[in-house]
């Protein structure tokens, strides 16, 4: 069996595509970045350096030729950009991979979206997949959104290839570029003062990098799911900001402290900084989502991946921050550290 991975040279891909190579699997591995692609080098994996939204039908064909399953974990995942970007990487792209995976009888298509799409400025608790706002916070979401809609098209008119689509909340752990680095850069430019609403007391969900590669490997196993279905994935332990960023930088003994600033000024000064950036072209370093999101309530149910899939962590929250304080310790340069 053939597994093609996308978005490999990124965290989540990076971690997926290692597991399978363990597993034993033969690993197509793909993505933008052809340095990164190089060092993935594991028996049984080959990289293929592709951009999805512009490669050639022909390339496509080539990438999906002799594959069984697809973990589509590639897209642009970001708080701030041009609209152009977040389409083309993150609707085209899964529009034209989905479409070549069915050409090519693939068995089993799981497709990473993101919880972020829940998002609307509200105190949300327990939220369940069947959930919109009234309108999507960024263009990230957004395309997410409508990256779901695509796969829901296709799988139900091509009932051969079953779709499973998975949404987990706040990755963390080994190749993270995303949650931790954009931490200790606010650090660093803040001299070591984290200005946090609410103190960074707001509940919210995180995932271990671990367990979304597991959730991956159920929702390519498992017999009774349904085409087109999506799945909340967490680490079921709500926790607030605070505790995780004790948890994790007291062990690594880098020093902080947390400033409570109001939310209302942190969002006005995330306005100002997205007005400076529209104008600037570079990205602000507070978004109104970014602030929001530290602000507000916000966890979701397992309980349908739980049913279905039969979804249970497989690392706990506090193995979690172990198990990446470990992996950090050993590349500390991947972080400036």
């Known amino acids: 069996m053939t597994i093609l991975v996308t978005g490999a040279t990124s965290g989540l891909g990076r971690n997926a595509a290692a597991f399978l190579a363990q597993q034993g699997s033969n690993v197509r591995a793909t993505g933008r970045n052809r340095a990164a692609g190089e060092s993935l080098q594991a028996p049984g994996m080959a990289f293929v350096p592709l951009d999805l939204a512009s490669a050639a039908n022909t390339e496509l064909d080539s990438l999906l030729h ?107 752990g080994p190749h993270d570029r995303v949650l931790l680095p954009r ?12 200005p946090l609403p609410r103190a960074g007391t707001a509940r919210l969900d995180l995932t271990y990098v671990g367990n979304v590669v597991h959730a991956m490997h159920l929702a390519t196993t498992c017999a009774d799911v349904r085409s087109g279905e999506a799945f909340n994935i967490t680490n079921d332990e709500p926790t607030c900001l605070r505790d995780v960023l004790d948890a994790l930088l007291t062990r690594l003994g880098i020093a902080y402290r947390i400033k409570d600033v109001p939310y209302s000024v942190l969002d006005l000064a995330a306005r100002a900084m997205q007005h400076w ?55 500390g340069d991947d972080y400036g550290l």
């Open 66 to 172: 002799g594959v069984d399953t697809v973990w589509h974990c590639a897209a642009l995942s970001s708080p701030w950009g041009a609209w152009s970007d977040f389409h083309a990487a993150n609707v085209l792209a899964t529009t034209r991979l989905a479409q070549t995976a069915v050409t090519h009888g693939v068995r089993r298509f799981v497709h990473i979206s993101t919880p972020s799409l829940y998002f609307d400025f509200n105190h949300r608790l327990d939220i369940e997949e069947t959930f919109r706002p009234a309108r999507y916070v960024n263009h990230y979401a957004s395309t997410k959104a409508q990256a779901e809609d695509v796969i829901r098209e296709v799988a139900a008119t091509h009932p051969d290839t079953t779709f499973v689509m998975l949404r987990p909340r706040g990755i963390f």
């Open 183 to 194: 931490i200790l850069r606010l650090l660093r430019e803040r001299s070591g003062q984290l």
């Open 277 to 331: 950036a529209a104008l600037s072209g570079r990205e602000p370093l507070l978004t109104r989502y970014s602030v929001g999101a530290l602000n507000f309530d916000m966890t979701l149910s397992t309980r349908k991946a739980q049913t279905v899939l039969g979804y249970r962590p497989r690392w706990t929250l506090q193995q979690s921050i172990e198990e990446t304080v470990n992996w950090i310790r050993a590349h």
